[in-house]
Every structure is written in C-alpha cells, then in structure tokens.
T-cell receptor
Framework: AQSVTQLGSHVSVSEGALVLLRCNYS??????LFWYVQYPNQGLQLLLK??????LVKGINGFEAEFKKSETSFHLTKPSAHMSDAAEYFC????????????FGTGTRLQVTL | DADVTQTPRNRITKTGKRIMLECSQT?????MYWYRQDPGLGLRLIYYSFDVKDINKGEISDGYSVSRQAQAKFSLSLESAIPNQTALYFC????????????FGPGTRLTVL
C-alpha cells in the first residue's frame, strides 16, 4: 500500500523567503507523485507531478519539487514566497498499475506574512 | 465556464435525512471520483467510477452510495445522514491515461445537524 506523510500542518514564511513544504512517501513500487494546491473556497488544482522522467519537476507559479528515491521524499519549494501563495498544499501518490487511486497527505497550510 | 461543477455548494440538513450531491463535467473524462475532506485528514476517497458501468468503493464508502447516470454525471447519496458526515465533499475527474491528473470541482460543504 502507498502513503504520503506531510511534515508540518502549518508553515509560516515571510514574503520573499524560501518556501519548503515536506512530503515523504511510502511505496513498494515506483510511485507517481503529485502536489496540489487548494486556495480558500476552491477545489484542488495541480501544481506539478512526477512521473518517472526528470527528478526535478517544475510546476506552475514558480514551484518545483525534487524526487529523491534514497530519501523517499518529494519536497515542494519556491525560492521567494508571495502573498498569493497562501493556501493549503497536498502531496499525493499513486502507484504504477493502480491507475487512478490517489492517496493524499493530510495537507500543509502555508501562511505568508509581510 | 467551469469544467467540473458541483451542486449544491452548501447544504445544511438534519440527522436521518436523505441527501444527494451532484457532479457534472464537460471535460469528456471517463473517470470520476468522490472525496471528502476533513480538517487534518486530507482527502479520502469515497467512491470512484471508471465508466458508466464500473463503480468501485474507495477508502470510506460506508454510509454512502453513488450513481453514474451518464459519462458526465456522478451523484453521491447519503441515505440517512449523520453528524459525522459533516465535511467538504469534492468531485474529481480524470482521463484513463497513466498519469492520472485529476481535476476537481469547487466542493460542496455539507453540515449535518
């Protein structure tokens, strides 16, 4: 069975500071990994995905994530936070061959302060 | 126009009432999903459907049922609502491709008193 763990349910950064949201996965076979963002009163939208091609994945709004097999991690980063980045972020995993069954982490709420 | 729509957006009901949440999509996707979101628990899969005749239970299907009326419509029912079904409910769709990017509706906030 696959799972993801997001460390830190709340993260607060200053505008312009580095954003780092952590995600570790557990999987017995090669996973596909996703980061979704949820803005207030909205559904989730895809930020980026890892599908076994390049280990460094670039997404929308300046976010990127690096797949590290040795650390079973897929942390999300952005060099410089903007107020508009305030949202909840979810890491999710699915396994090759289990098509369509995403397992989500518990989410990390990002607060951006002036 | 939104690709994935959910109705109603908000609903307050009483314990024991039957409730139906509806989802429609114009993306032409075969696969549709229902999730519930609870604070601190993330999203959990209730039911999913790969096509009109293929419906599967997810992680937390007890107390829920679904109907796939057409490729574009997937409804979630609570036959007899209870307070611990108070949550935010999301519908999502995806293609049948390998990478399973899911597209989410705006959600339905359900409160059961």
């Amino acid at each position: 069975a696959q799972s993801v763990t997001q460390l830190g349910s709340h993260v607060s950064v200053s505008e312009g500071a580095l954003v780092l949201l952590r995600c570790n996965y557990s999987s017995s076979v090669p996973p596909y990994l996703f980061w979704y963002v949820q803005y207030p009163n909205q559904g989730l939208q895809l930020l980026l995905k890892y599908t076994s091609a390049a280990t460094l994945v670039k997404g929308i709004n300046g976010f990127e994530a690096e797949f590290k097999k040795s650390e079973t991690s897929f942390h999300l980063t952005k060099p410089s936070a903007h107020m508009s980045d305030a949202a909840e972020y979810f890491c999710a995993v699915t396994l090759t061959g289990t098509a369509s069954k995403l397992t989500f982490g518990t989410g990390t709420r990002l607060q951006v302060t002036l | 126009d939104a690709d994935v729509t959910q109705t109603p957006r908000n609903r307050i009901t009483k314990t024991g009432k039957r409730i139906m949440l509806e989802c429609s999509q114009t993306k032409g996707h075969d696969r549709m999903y229902w999730y519930r979101q609870d604070p601190g628990l993330g999203l959990r899969l209730i039911y999913y459907s790969f096509d009109v005749k293929d419906i599967n239970k997810g992680e937390i299907s007890d107390g829920y049922s679904v109907s796939r009326q057409a490729q574009a419509k997937f409804s979630l029912s609570l036959e007899s609502a209870i307070p611990n079904q108070t949550a935010l409910y999301f519908c999502a769709t995806s293609t049948s491709g390998r990478y399973n990017e899911q597209f989410f509706g705006p959600g339905t906030r359900l409160t059961v008193l």
